[in-house]
């Protein structure tokens, strides 16, 4: 019994946010070397990448020795600002611009006389950075118990690490009402934070396991693994594949895999791979079954409020959806210029702030990892393709993600203006440019198609690309597989013939889960077989003449198809002449006209004929070959009372015992032997009955005649009678042996 396969499933928004993309591409972009204030973000496998590339981290400024820092994602305080500034070092900003955004608005709230209170992880360095912004009456409470335990406080602005679950800045809001006298929430959490969470919990529903993969240092990761967990799927946090155990597996046929904003894709592929141990592809969660749930609520609708009318003042939350590349660098834009300080009502109302992050989010890509889109090529390379698919930047396809076949050269397969349908790997990797493939992308139709054929019976055209142990392996947009005993109807022995062909196919069996397309054509020749066939017969008449093609030669004869029906074509039938075996004139996929001689069509047979449809050499003999010719021929057969002697193909005479020497003969093979060639004279040709007797002994006398005499030979004592034996009786003889012909 075979194993179960594994299903591995990988969540909508796992891997990469906007933040950390841009934070990573800033930092590959900047001049080296370049120092890093702190981790550039929670992941070690990329901060010791981008090290080998020059950006060393450092936990200071006092650290740095180069001449620039670049500030991390997750920002710093604006004193850090100040004294890099004082020290002449050229900063480098890859704060992300959704929390430049909370810096904002927690330095505009402060300056308002507010007290800001940060939902977050209090030794986290995103919100070590907001506390800078918020001034000294600030504090950081990680959950809804600690903002109860807060002491009265008349004006309070609440704002959340960026990477906080939204539900938790709902609960601390209302936690508050009972000691705050005016409250004002702006929701910062990330959009793409909380789309990546709800993605996850609800895939978490869906499956036996769940695997978290990211930074053991990122709290963000550490929240998604938090939250699958809670919905009581066995969940598991680890940072690479080689954490994996396969304890955790046993008996588990669904597992879901999610990566937090600062793991890379190839992080979370390497994860899959060593749970599939197949294929390098990440499933997309949509390409499973579709799941009913709870939508997000949408950008702009209001948050529960948090005190009852007239206790406390709450403001509907901002959007954080992702920031496309020009929307995140105008909002980071201008950080030397410390924010001015404003009244609390200039802080913006609910509708600005709505309006500000709408812009910033119509500008966003709207390229989900696992969607298919259309675009256009726009250039060939000789290791990659780009497309236009409409967003910020050209797509990529990797030459490796172009077709499941290999191909060495792209020009092979696109050319620039060719329209293609792509499947988005990567909404960005760290140059910005969506990752794509055409393969996926024509897969994921390819096996949709295959299941509509399969459903319907209808047929299918496919390219044989490479031939296997036990049959063919065929391109019909993914690899099928065509077994050797369904490739004709019957046995093929050099598959290698087909390399190349385009078939004719029908999908007999499909299994996606195992990647497996089993192939027939042999049945689609048995139904046009068996259609031909009873065509066939309806029509076959005694008399007619056919063509067909010679399939197999036996000892007796040849079998010729004359369209789904077989006839046998004997030995004897093949030629006026004689045949030995039906090789020495046929050899089969021949093509030949043959006559039918004869039907059986409740046993099933038909007898053929192809001497019929021949020049009959008999027709004509008795002008070729008159009476007292001397003639070559070849000895055929022996008999008792003679030989038979073929002059030409077709045409046989006998030359009887006593026609073969002037002697007396017990055994023709005393005179001539089979294969011989002998001169025969001809005694007499019957062509209605095709018999010609032939003579030996008369041919030698011909030609001893026409041979000179030696003249010192004395004569020979003649005869006085001149009468022999042979000339009393030979009348008699040559009657006898035309009886016997």
Known sequence: MSKPVMEVIVADYAGFCFGVTRAVEKARRAPKPVASLGMLIHNPQVVEQLAREGVRPAASLEEVDCDRVLIRSHGTTPETLGQARARGLEIIDATCPYVRRAQRLAQKMAAAGYQVVIVGEAGHPEVQGLLGWAGPGAVVVPDKEAAAALPFHQRRAVLAQTTQPESRLMEVAAALRSNTDTLVVHNTVCQATHQRQEAAVRLARQVDVMVVVGGKESANTRHLA??????????YHVERAGELCRQW??????????????????????VVVMLTGEEKTMVPEEEKEPVTAQEPAAAG???????????????????????????????????????????PEEAGTPEEQRS????????????????????TVIQVNENEVMVDVGGKSEGIIPLNELSHRNVTDPHEVVAVGDT???????????????????????????????????????????????????????????????????????????????????????VIELDRSKNKVVLSRKAILEEE??????????????????????????NFGAFVDLGGVDGLLHVSEISWGRVEHPRDALSEGQEIEVKVLGIDREGGKVSLGRKQLLPN????????????????????????????VEVEPGIEGLVHISQLA??????????????????????GVDQEAQRMSLSLRQAAREKARKQPRPAEKAAEPQNDSGVKLGDLFGELFEENQSSNQ
């Not at 500000?356 to 675009?375: D, K």
């Not at 068996?530 to 197999?552: D, F, H, N, P, Y």
């Not at 003999?621 to 057969?637: I, Q």
């Open 226 to 235: 938090e939250l699958c967990r809670a919905t009581g799927t066995p969940t």
């Open 529 to 554: 077989y068996e259609k031909q066939r009873q065509a066939t017969w309806e029509s076959l008449e005694v008399g007619q003449v056919r063509t067909g093609i010679v399939r197999r030669l036996t």
């Open 249 to 270: 597996f046993i008996n588990t046929r669904r597992v879901g895999v999610t990566g937090g904003a600062s793991t890379p894709a190839w992080i979370i592929e390497e």
């Open 617 to 644: 050499p008999w027709d004509t003999a008795a002008e070729r070959y008159p009476v007292g010719t001397v003639v070559e021929g070849k000895v055929l057969r022996l008999a008792p009372f003679g030989a038979f």
């Open 301 to 343: 609708e209001p948050l529960a409020p948090a005190a009852p009318e007239g206790n406390a003042a709450v403001s509907e939350p901002e959007n954080g959806a992702g920031v496309p590349a020009a929307g995140a660098e105008n909002a980071a834009a201008d950080w030397d210029q410390e924010a001015p300080e404003v009244a």
């Open 420 to 506: 293609i349908e792509v499947m988005v790997l990567r909404p960005e990797n760290e140059e910005g440019h969506p990752v794509l493939s055409k393969r996926r992308a024509d897969r994921r139709v390819a096996w949709e198609r295959l299941e509509e054929k399969l459903a319907s019976g209808e047929e299918i055209t496919g390219e044989v690309i490479e031939v296997v142990k036990g049959g063919l392996l065929i391109d019909v947009g993914v690899r099928g597989f065509l077994p050797a005993s369904l490739v004709e109807r019957g046995y093929v022995e050099d598959l290698n013939a087909y390399l190349g062909q385009n078939l004719r196919l029908r």
């Open 662 to 683: 002037d002697r007396h003969v017990d055994k023709p093979e005393d005179v001539v032997s089979v294969g011989e060639t002998i001169p025969v004279k001809v005694l």
């Open 356 to 375: 500000e992050m709408q812009q910033i989010t119509a500008r966003m890509p709207e390229l989900r990892r696992g969607s298919v889109v259309r675009g």
